[in-house]
């Protein structure tokens, strides 16, 4: 079976694609050791997502992009990344266009199009930050905005979490049961409780759905 996909994506909006930085990765100890650790996670993304096109692909030491054939699990994947890596911080951008050449299926490299210039131009516009942030950049110009200046902020109340807080708040984005959580993290289920009303995570959650629904109609070429 061949890994290059015809494109049939020139004129609807169906790919989002994904470029992350790590922030300040020279600095990072036992850089062996990390490497090791966001090649599995980027693993187990591509063996669990279905929503993936072309798989997350390492392409530089500092580096890592994707393409989405759907926008409705990149929200829960990055945070996935995030939670997996940490304490490591990442700068991420979405582009949400199109593509202009044909599809690797097997690794997210030899592609071009609108939708990877929005990333990569949208990447270089936080080149600066220092902490875990995640932009969209596209044709959805206004939309985004809005998006972004929220995302910003969320990430900014996010940057001063231990591990356990990030830990607990995937679990709550993805809707899992407290008893799941306090087992996943290795607390108690009133430890839990405590972390989600202290730091507001049900409100936090419910943001980053909506986003993740804006991601998913952009991603579908929706108004």
Known sequence: MTDIVP???N???KVIAVIADIVDSRQIERRQEFQRRLQACLGDLNETSSALLSPYTITLGDEFQAVY???SRVVEDLLFISRSLFPVSLRIALGIDDIATDINTKEAI???GPAFHAARDGLNNV?????????LYGRYEQRQRLLNSGLYYAYSVMSDWKEHTLSIFYGVFRNQPVKDIARIVGISERGVYKTIKTHN???LARYFQAVSDEIAAMGE???
């Open 221 to 223: 070429g929706g108004p």
């Open 69 to 71: 054939k759907a926008g």
């Open 110 to 112: 030899g592609m071009d």
């Open 127 to 135: 080149k600066e930050e220092k902490i875990t942030i995640v932009q």
């Open 201 to 203: 995570l049900v409100a």
């Open 11 to 13: 004129s609807v909006v």
């Open 7 to 9: 494109n049939r994506y």
